[in-house]
Structure formats: structure tokens, C-alpha cells
């Protein structure tokens, strides 16, 4: 008996040597305990969202296939662009507004990457990669730096960004309805990864912005030393001494009072609660004082400087890849021509102010979005000509144009030639536009007529009836 207790007691003296042995080495790396650390709930979440709705796109996708499946893988890369950067977010500083861009540049490639699949000729599936490039526009919230960086809230931020989308993503819907199932279900599917995907997704971890350095990064060195094992053979340290408790009597006597506390106090105590006071004399009196006239002085009040990087890029009036004309940021610009041209270039008019462009010769296509104040005067086009979240503009037709269509826009004044009455003219969410056409007469003057923006609808005979709201007075 006591043999084999002697030889169980030299078995766990050994056991124990070993484990001290082993204590003065690192137990584990920093990247060990990184990977083992709990993950974000905001980057699980977001896993989440890709895999159930970014999911559904991407199997309506494989079904259709061809451009449209193109279109979907990009979307797919922007989203991981987006999970990549909201990691990077929190392990860095928040940047200035001269490094915002170069932070922002690899989700930047990616929508110019999705905004050129949907340039040039347009192809069957047109309406699903603008659709799809439209609406990565969205991601953009997480350039949101403040409510003075000159652009709305995330969430707001992404339903506005979706409303441009939705224009081609409702024609989709309408074109398959009764002809392919799964283009429709592709369409809803991308709806719904936007609202409520994704904007629910903001609403709940970044209503206010991406969150900056809420993640300390520890280097290697601090990280092993940090958790190494003491060895067996020190002592415990001896606990700590007892805390002193907040609300002592030593604590609050020895500290002296703030606030209505001080005031009430000094009121109690009888004292003269006015001998700190300083007497007025009758010069500092505001009827005596002669820098005092009584006269406001005007003063001109300076614009506000906006903070926000994408609000002050440059102005850019060029030719793209020999395809796309872009137009940005023009601001007071009344001269604006482009004058070579061919029917196989688009135009494209971005984020305008009170300027005139003309456009002679015969394009494909043109678009005119986030402008205000803005007048465009083209010859012809082959394709449409798009009015896209504006705010009183005019456009002038000098030739013919087969489709205008007017989408979010809130006064829009529609100059047709003789050549062009035959257009068809296509609104959505739009108010106060109105529509004119040459007189009878060479030397008459437009006669103008205006769209309704006002239906009534009626169920009759197991349909529904539109017309449009006609007011008449006594």
C-alpha cells in the first residue's frame, strides 16, 4: 500500500514539475487569441443579411444567367468591399476629409466597375444592370461623416439611394411579369436586399455612421508577454484593499458644493449674498453707453463650407472610354457644348447647378440626375432621355427623341419640336410638369400643357379604372 502511494505521489510531482517547465513560454499568440475572440455582432449580422437576401439574388441570378448573373457577382463584391471596410473602420482612426476617398477607393472601383457594364449599346437585360448599378449607390453611407458632410443620414441615405434604382427595377417587373418568373423574383429579391436588408441593417448598428477605432489593436510582443503564465512556485499576490465607498462622510465634507447647492448655502449661511456684487454706474448703463445706436448693421452671411469630399469634386466635362460623355459638378456654367458626337455615345449629366448644356448631334442616350436649375438643349437621341431626381430643369428637344421619361422630379418644363411630338412620355413620383409645343404659326408662340399629377381609380366591371383628376369651376 504504501508503495503504490509513493508511486502516485512521484507521478503527480512530475506532472507538476512539467507544467511549471512549460509556463515560461507563451501559451498562445495574439492571432490565436484574435481568432478565438467572440466576433462582432455587427459583422455576424451582416454575414447574415448577405447569406439570406444577397443569397436569393444570387440563385434568381444563376437561373437567368448571362449579363444579369455579371451584374450580380459585382454586387456580391461590393457587399464584401463593404464588410472589408466596416472591419477597417473600427481598427483605424476616423480620417480627415482629404483621406476619406483613398479609404473609400476600393468600393469606389467597384461601382464605376458596375456603372460600365451598363454603358454603351444597350443590350436585352439594360433595365437589370442599371437597376443593379443604381443601386450600389447605397452603400455609399458609409462615407457619412457628420451631419455637416453634406449628405443625408445612412438610412435616409440608402431609400434614396434605392428610389434611383427602383425606376428600372419597377420595369422589370412589368416587362416578366407574365413571361419569366425568375427575372421577377430576381427583381424582388434585389428590392428586398435593400429595403429592409440593408437599411434595417444600418438602423440597428450604424444609424449614426460606421463606427471609428472602436477596436484596439495589440502588437505581438506586448500580446505574449502579456499572456504568459507566472510561475508556479510565486505566491499569490495578497488582495486588494478595500474599496473606499463612494458616498463617505470624509469624501463629501472635504469637497465643496457646486451648483444651486453653493447658492442655497451661501444663503443660508447670513451673508451678504450681494457683497461680491460689482455696482453699475450710470456709464454701463445700455441707455448712457454711445457705442450702443441702436442700428443693426447688415452683415453678409458667408455660405457654409461643406466638409464633405464627393460635394466638392472638381467639375468634369469629358469623354469616357470613347463612350460616355460625363457632366459633373458644373455650377454657373450657361456655355456648355459638346458638339462631337456620334449615335453611339451616352450622355451623362451628374450633380449640376444653374448651367446650360447643348448637346449637337445625335446621341444615344441621355441622363440628366441631381441636378437643379438645370437647362439642356440636344438634337436627337436614339434611345431616351431620362430626367432623374431633379428639381427644375429644362429640357429642349430640337430633333426627335422616341422615349423622355421623368422620374422624382419636382418641376420639369418639356420643350418638344415638330419632329418629336410623337414621343412618349413616361412620369413616376413627379410634380409640375408641363409640356410644350410649337403654335400653329412659324411665328407663334409654345403652347403649353401640363401633366396631370393627380389620378382617381375606380373598380368597375372587375377592373380598375384610372383617370386622371379634372377640376372645374363655377
Not at 203 to 225: E, R
Not at 324 to 350: H, P, R
Request: hydrophobic share 40%; proline share 6%.
Amino acid at each position: 500500500m504504501e508503495q503504490q502511494l509513493l508511486t502516485r505521489l512521484e507521478a503527480a510531482v512530475a506532472r507538476l514539475e512539467a507544467l511549471a517547465s512549460a509556463g515560461s513560454a507563451p501559451s498562445a499568440s495574439s492571432r490565436d487569441l484574435t481568432d478565438a475572440a467572440p466576433l462582432d455582432p455587427a459583422i455576424t449580422a451582416f454575414d447574415e443579411m448577405v447569406a439570406n437576401s444577397l443569397g436569393r439574388v444570387s440563385a434568381a441570378a444563376g437561373k437567368i444567367g448571362g449579363q444579369v448573373l455579371d451584374a450580380t457577382k459585382t454586387i456580391e463584391e461590393a457587399f464584401t468591399v463593404l464588410k472589408e471596410l466596416l472591419v477597417t473602420a473600427k481598427q483605424r482612426q476616423k480620417p480627415e476629409v482629404a483621406g476619406l476617398p483613398e479609404f473609400l477607393k476600393p468600393l469606389n472601383d467597384v461601382i464605376l466597375k458596375a456603372n460600365s457594364m451598363a454603358e454603351g449599346k444597350r443590350s436585352e437585360y439594360f433595365n437589370h444592370l442599371k437597376a443593379a448599378s443604381d443601386s450600389l449607390t447605397a452603400l455609399a453611407w458609409i462615407a457619412y461623416m457628420g451631419k455637416d458632410c453634406g449628405m443625408s443620414m445612412p438610412i435616409a441615405h440608402v431609400e434614396e439611394s434605392w428610389q434611383m434604382a427602383e425606376f428600372y427595377n419597377n420595369k422589370i417587373l412589368v416587362e416578366y411579369r407574365n413571361k419569366n418568373p425568375d427575372h421577377v423574383e430576381w427583381a424582388k429579391a434585389l428590392k428586398e436586399l435593400y429595403l429592409p436588408g440593408l437599411r434595417d441593417y444600418v438602423k440597428s448598428f450604424y444609424p449614426l455612421g460606421p463606427a471609428w477605432g472602436t477596436v484596439a489593436v495589440v502588437s505581438s510582443s506586448s500580446s505574449s508577454s502579456a499572456i504568459t503564465k507566472a510561475p508556479a512556485s510565486r505566491a499569490p499576490a495578497p488582495p486588494p484593499p478595500p474599496a473606499t465607498p463612494l458616498f463617505s462622510s470624509e469624501t463629501t465634507s472635504s469637497r465643496p458644493k457646486e451648483g444651486m447647492s453653493a447658492v442655497f448655502e451661501d444663503i443660508s449661511s447670513g451673508k451678504s449674498t450681494t457683497a461680491g456684487l460689482r455696482k453699475v454706474t450710470d456709464d454701463m448703463k445700455t441707455k448712457n453707453r454711445a457705442d450702443r445706436t441702436g442700428v443693426i448693421a447688415a452683415t453678409e452671411k458667408s455660405p457654409r463650407a461643406n466638409s464633405f469630399s464627393f460635394s466638392r469634386a472638381p467639375p468634369k466635362l469629358e469623354l469616357q472610354m470613347g463612350r460616355k460623355w460625363a457632366v459633373e459638378n458644373q455650377i454657373g456654367k450657361k456655355n456648355l457644348v459638346i458638339d462631337d458626337c456620334d449615335s453611339k455615345q451616352s450622355v451623362y449629366i451628374f450633380g449640376c447647378k444653374d448651367s446650360v448644356l447643348q448637346v449637337k448631334g445625335k446621341v444615344n442616350n441621355i441622363t440628366v440626375d441631381k441636378c437643379n436649375k438645370m437647362g439642356i438643349v440636344f438634337t436627337d437621341v436614339v434611345a431616351a432621355c431620362e430626367v432623374v431626381n431633379c428639381n427644375g430643369v429644362e429640357v429642349q428637344c430640337q430633333g426627335s427623341a422616341p422615349t423622355i421619361s421623368v422620374d422624382n422630379t419636382s418641376g420639369c418644363q418639356l420643350y418638344l419640336s415638330s419632329s418629336s411630338l410623337g414621343a412618349s412620355i413616361t412620369t413616376a413620383k413627379s410634380s409640375e410638369i408641363n409640356v410644350l409645343v410649337p403654335g400653329a404659326g412659324p411665328d407663334s408662340d409654345w403652347v403649353e400643357h401640363s401633366l396631370p399629377q393627380q389620378f382617381v381609380h375606380t373598380f368597375k366591371d372587375g377592373e380598375i379604372r384610372t383617370s386622371p383628376v379634372s377640376h372645374s369651376g363655377a
